[in-house]
């Protein structure tokens, strides 16, 4: 029943998010690749020339390039495991009836909160310090050996440093989804002698499943960006272990000031984004057209 | 027939949950008890858990340091402002892809989306440049200019969800009666959407609270809100856990609060449409 | 017509004095304690100085460094004072970004500056930063560990001494580590230790044609030599420590022996922080089978970027921070033992502070040795120290300090982390254009 008229209105009305957002988008975008092919050293003002794809030779054959992509991946990924279950499984603790439910709803939610430097110094050094942390202390209060977490599993603790600030956003929304759950019908099953388990699988699971795309489709995004997380806890380190493509990019424009390649490598993340987002809109576009 | 809730199985779950969020609260907890110790007993093993000598020295001392009310109000002003005024940009949009969807609307959702992967190291340089030419180094209107920006296509998305769970019998309805489309907005729309729009803002003042790359960057002594606040306690020569944790403690605090007092709208509206 | 003339003289010299009161100072800062104090003592700048205005920007280390340095670079025009280190001085003085500081004033004496340090931040003669506070390195040790321990340090020790009583001083069992290294990665970190403890192994970073000299002996042995000593007697988690994490762990007793900058020697000596405040004793910078000591020279400097508006202003604000009146004020209102050391020759010769601070004597000896020009045994095309002063070493020694780190941490061998090492410092070295 869309007239033209309102079709026109509903144009108007859309272009100025649409076109803002497009300018936020094309003219740091053009800068940028402008820069990339370009020798650009902030500490040297100057000697900027054209150098082709010089900076993109540099930055894709650089050997850290492909360890960073897979830690990329294996942070988001590792992130989004750990969320996406946890908040799961505490979405259905959430959803029982208990004494004080909304008091523990409200320590649930408090990571979200909290600045990711802050979250990182905190458990870096006063949780998961070998020695002066408070996990050492309680495994060695236990008689085991503590674990020296950013050495012996830099990016899990890095990835366990994440989910906590993800979960609660991750529960909430799962959360939201499970109490919308028709009562009647686990009831129902219930009535059939289906277990909690298989009620949990062929009820519960696939009316969460629309929830669980939408959780991993906007943590993807933030999640792909990490690196005050890293640059607070490892450097990147040891070794290239915790190194992703956005520390990668950040030691580039932060530290080198190499501006050629982290344009170059700022290019090529929004490439690799937007093969990840292709497969998001794949994924979102089973579960949400429904 | 309602199904029966036994004080055993309810039991059971009041230990459960307040494990795990007492697990999940505890280092925002083990902060603010260390903003209570001297930097001394912050870093001591056996760790002291409450039977220290509680002091006040650190809030002092962060107190005469900085001007912690200016980098607030920097924070409330840049997260506020830069969310109302993406729901301003918004509402109309959300509204027009909800109402008056083409066959390109989910395309330019996802389009908005994939805006926020742009890695923002990557492009610091040329909006610092950017800045500098129009004179919004340090200014509040940069950063809010900025933070819109970044937080738009949340927000579209967030209202697109919510506004097409609104039946469009109401809206043909009200058209029906004559209804102009100012009036259909403001007297039938909002009503309905506005838990919608409180959830969506008050996700995106957290959002926008948090952000700590651009509001670091862009800033130096006029806007610089509380990232700016914590960086100035973070790792310096010397033991500073104590402080760290009496600043963060002062810069969650506020946000912490508002997020609980608003819980029931935030987890209401927290769906993205994911709940049909 | 003379009644207008002087009318709009009079206007404009009300306009003038009103933009004098105007005049404010943004000065971006570090959060080290000796920053933090002097921001406290402001108000003894803004009395004297009623018309100028100081806002402050204080921030940790890695963010100032990234604000001030893209700032100065594209000429964002932020700060009218920004707090730097020696590394950024020369790199900076030399792209002009800095201004000249001659107008510091009659009561600067530049002459008393220590000589190493006054090296350091000028450029062909011209002061381009006025010196802070500064550092070399050292041994501090626990005194009671040693003796219990049956060792002693003498004032020049060599790394196997050190590695001796370090060993001898472990005892895992009740948590104590004979010593303590930095080994997260970083080129602040890490890297400034490795480079200077390769220094004193007659190491360099480059030969005189700027090839990488990881492949070489010298290299392997200091590289070995650390992670060696740090397997048998360091703490766990060795690899993510820095300054901080060790000076926790130096202050709650658990290291015997800690190499690291001489500004630790206040925060271990210091009762209120320290367990151990009356317990170190203090060594020069080891040798490593050359007579180097390693070269660490490290200051924290306040510099004017050029473009500033505000020159004469800023001018007097720096002077006032860095002359010896400055340290007498802090002197009388938080006593000696707080004033700014490793800058002034007097400050040494002050028999207050001798008596307030143990170490005086052993970290002017330091940075008396430290020798910026000629940092390493064989000849080098760089200047520096516990760094190389050239714009790619902020990257390249963090890439470096990456795979060191995980050396320590184990995950790689030392042959392993110093392939890549080369293979990485080659490649940015062609990319930079230093190796034709």
Known sequence: ????????????????????????????????????????????????????????????TDPAFFTALGNTLLLVGGTLLITVIGGILLAIVLDQPFWGQGIVRLLVIAPFFVMPTVSALVWK????????????????????????????????????????????????????????????????????????????????????????????????????????EILVTTNGGPGLQTTNIAYLIYSQALLQFDVGGASAGGIVAVILANIVAFFLIRLIGKNLER | MARSVTTQRKLIFTIIGWSIGFLIFFPILWTFLTSFKTEGTAVATPPQFLFFDWTLENYHEVQSRSDYGKHVM?????????????????????????????KHTKDILMWMLSTK??????????????????????????????????????????????????????????????ASLMKEIIYVLTPMAIPGIASTMLLNIILAWNEAFWTLNLTAANAAPLTAFIASYSSPEGLFWAKLSAASTMAIAPILIMGWFSQKQLVRGLTFGAVK | MFKRTLLLGAVSVAAMVSFAHAETLTIATVNNGDMVRMQKLTEDF????????????????????????????????????????????????????LLPLDGLGADYDKADLLPSISDAVSVDGKLYASPFYGESAMVMYRKDLAEKAGVTIPEKPTWDQIADAA???????????GICLRGKAGWGENMALLTATANSFGARWFDEKWTPQF??????????????????????????????????????????????????????????????????????????????????????????????KKAEAAQ??????????????????????????????????????????????????????????????????????????????????TAVGQQFSAALAGSVTVDQALQSAQALTTREMTKGGYIK
């Open chain 1, 1 to 60: 029943m869309a007239t033209l008229q309102t079709r026109a209105t509903a144009r108007i009305m859309m272009s100025p998010a649409v076109i803002l957002l497009f300018l936020w988008m094309i003219v740091p975008l053009v800068m940028t690749l402008y820069f990339s092919f370009l020798r650009y050293n902030l500490l040297m003002p100057g000697t900027e020339e054209y150098v082709g794809f010089l900076n993109y030779q540099y930055f894709l």
């Open chain 3, 46 to 97: 803004t009395k004297k100085n009623p018309d100028i205005q100081l806002e402050w920007v204080t921030l940790e280390e890695n963010i100032l460094r990234q604000r001030v340095t893209t700032d100065i670079a594209t000429k964002g025009g932020q700060y009218d004072v920004m707090t730097i280190g020696t590394y950024e001085v020369p790199i900076w003085a030399k792209q002009g970004w």
């Open chain 2, 117 to 178: 992967m742009m890695p923002s190291v990557g492009v610091l340089v040329p909006l610092y440049l950017i800045f500098r030419d129009w004179g919004l180094l340090d200014s509040r209107l940069g950063l809010v200019a900025v933070l819109t920006m970044i937080n738009l296509p949340i927000i579209v998305w967030m209202l697109y969800t919510y506004f097409k769970e609104i039946p469009g019998e109401i809206l043909e309805a009200a058209r029906m009666d004559g």
């Open chain 1, 125 to 228: 050094n006063m949780l998961m310090h070998p020695v002066n942390g408070l996990f050492a202390w309680i495994a060695r209060s236990f008689g085991f050996q503590p674990v020296d977490w950013f050495a012996q599993v830099p990016l899990f603790s890095i990835i366990l440093i994440v989910a906590w600030q993800w979960l609660p956003f991750a529960t909430l929304i799962l959360l939201t989804a499970l109490q919308s759950l028709d009562g009647e019908q686990i009831e129902a099953a219930e009535m059939d002698g289906a277990g909690p388990i298989s009620r949990f699988i062929y009820l519960v699971l696939p009316h969460l499943a629309r929830a669980i795309t939408v959780v991993i489709l906007i943590q993807t995004i933030f999640l792909l960006s990490v690196f005050a």
């Open chain 3, 167 to 177: 060993k001898k001083m472990t005892d895992k069992s009740t948590e104590t580590y």
């Open chain 2, 74 to 102: 920097n924070s409330i002003v840049i997260s506020v402002g830069s969310t109302l005024l993406g729901l301003v940009l918004a509402i109309p949009a959300a509204w027009a892809m909800a109402f008056s969807p083409t």
């Open chain 3, 316 to 397: 007097k604000f720096v002077s006032w921070a860095t002359d010896k009146a400055y340290t007498e004020l802090v002197a009388s209102k938080e006593g000696w033992a707080n004033v700014p050391p490793g800058t002034r020759t007097s400050l040494y010769a002050n028999p207050e502070y001798q008596k307030a601070a143990p170490f005086a004597k052993i970290t002017l000896e330091a940075m008396t040795a430290a020798n910026t020009s000629k940092p390493t045994v064989k000849p080098v095309p760089y200047t520096g120290g516990q760094f190389v002063a050239i714009p790619e070493f902020q990257g390249l020694g």
């Open chain 3, 215 to 308: 492949d070489q002996p010298e290299w392997k042995k200091a590289l070995t030599f650390y992670v060696d000593l740090m397997k048998e007697a360091g703490p766990a988690g060795a690899s993510s420590n820095g300054f901080n994490e060790n000076l926790a762990l130096f202050q709650t007793g658990k290291c015997g022996i800690w190499i690291d900058a001489t500004v630790a020697a206040s925060f271990v000596t210091n009762p209120k922080e320290s367990k151990v405040a009356d317990k170190v004793g203090y060594a020069l910078f080891p040798t490593g089978g050359v007579e180097n000591h390693g070269n660490w020279l490290w200051a924290w400097n306040l510099g004017i970027p050029a473009g500033t």
